[in-house]
């Protein structure tokens, strides 16, 4: 159950990371030349998929606080 929560956590930390709005491609994090196309549908997608993964990590650290016998 800690395993899911840490590895949500992660995906939406990565997933923030990529859709910085600083970079138009992924060549901050290389020094290669060529990046992504990044479109608007692709960036709106992006950043659903960003909404999803914050509201899971959410809903789970409730589960899990719920779930555990702290007193």
């Given at each position: 159950m800690k395993?899911?929560?840490?590895?949500?956590?992660v995906l939406t930390i990565i997933l923030i990371l990529i859709n910085n709005p600083k970079f138009t491609s992924l060549g901050g994090f290389s020094n290669k030349s060529s990046g992504l196309n990044v479109t608007r549908s692709?960036?709106?997608?992006?950043?659903?998929?960003i909404i999803v993964n914050i509201c899971l990590f959410l809903v789970w650290t409730i589960l899990y606080v719920l779930s555990s016998n702290i007193y």
């Open positions: 395993g899911l929560w840490y590895f949500i956590g692709t960036q709106k997608n992006l950043q659903m998929i």
